[in-house]
């Protein structure tokens, strides 16, 4: 069975910092690129940052450049996203999906693409 095991989110004060994990597991996961994404009520998915598993190539979003790190731990099996400085527009669902195909710039900068496999979010709240 297929899984992107999100974990980490909660509540947290704007400037105030938090760490998510995505577990994949039922794929090979040293050929996937990994993505973070989020989805704010009423608005439209958004991608945060990406990393190629296989050649450790990332990307992230501007809005977020700066502030968020991904990173993998391959013998864990696990994609990090540390998020610094958090602000209260970063209030979301956080999502990890994956995909075969696709570099690290397209999978956050690509809209409608419908990856080959996408987790269940944790819910980030940044109180101001």
């Known amino acids: 069975e297929v899984q992107l095991q999100a974990s980490g989110g909660g509540l947290e004060q704007a400037g105030g910092s938090l760490r998510l994990s995505c577990i994949p597991s039922?794929?090979?996961?040293?050929?996937?690129?990994i993505g973070w994404f989020r989805q704010a009520p009423g608005k439209e998915p958004e991608g945060i940052s990406s990393?190629?598993?296989?050649?450790?190539?990332?990307y992230s979003a501007d809005s977020v450049k700066g502030r968020f790190t991904i990173s993998s731990d391959n013998a864990k099996k696990t994609v990090y996203l540390q998020m610094n400085s958090l602000k209260p527009e970063d209030t979301a669902v956080y999502y990890c999906?994956?995909?075969?195909?696709?570099?690290?710039?397209?999978?956050?900068?690509?809209?409608?693409?419908?990856?080959?496999?996408r987790g269940q979010g944790t819910l980030v709240t940044v109180s101001s």
């Open positions: 999906a994956a995909d075969r195909f696709l570099t690290a710039q397209a999978m956050v900068v690509m809209t409608g693409y419908v990856y080959d496999y």
């Open positions: 039922g794929f090979p996961f040293t050929t996937y690129t």
């Open positions: 990393i190629s598993i296989k050649d450790g190539s990332t």
